[in-house]
């Protein structure tokens, strides 16, 4: 399985970018699917994700400005951003939890990481 993602550049404040994660790979079961971001010297912290039953879950600093979306095909997940402030700076990871062998257990998969730049 690998995750890759693509999308993230510089920006202005109160400007916009949309993040694109696609899972190659074949999947038996997907958990959720989503976005963690992280700056240096801070843990990584959950941005959004999007359950396998369309249940969205947003750290409280996006809610409302953020938006994540699966494909129907269930294996891109993408997270637009809009209104961007200088704090949303940091690099961006794609995970996936889910379950690629039968009678495995679920774990987490990430993609490697793009880089988001607020000017402000």
């Known amino acids: 399985v690998r995750l890759q993602a693509s999308g993230g550049g510089l920006v202005q404040a109160g400007g916009y970018l949309r993040l694109s994660c696609v899972a190659s790979?074949?999947?038996?079961?997907?958990?959720?699917m989503g976005w963690y971001r992280q700056v240096p010297g801070k843990q990584r912290e959950l941005v959004a994700l999007i359950t396998d039953s369309g249940s969205e879950d947003y750290a409280d600093s996006v809610k409302g400005r953020f938006i994540v979306s699966r494909d129907n095909a269930g294996n891109t997940v993408s997270l637009q951003m809009n209104s961007l402030k200088p704090e949303d700076t940091a690099v961006y990871y794609c995970?996936?939890?889910?379950?690629?062998?039968?009678?495995?257990?679920?774990?987490?998969?990430w993609g490697h990481g793009t880089l988001v730049t607020v000017s402000s």
């Open positions: 790979g074949r999947f038996v079961s997907i958990n959720y």
């Open positions: 995970n996936v939890r889910g379950i690629v062998v039968i009678g495995m257990p679920s774990r987490d998969y």
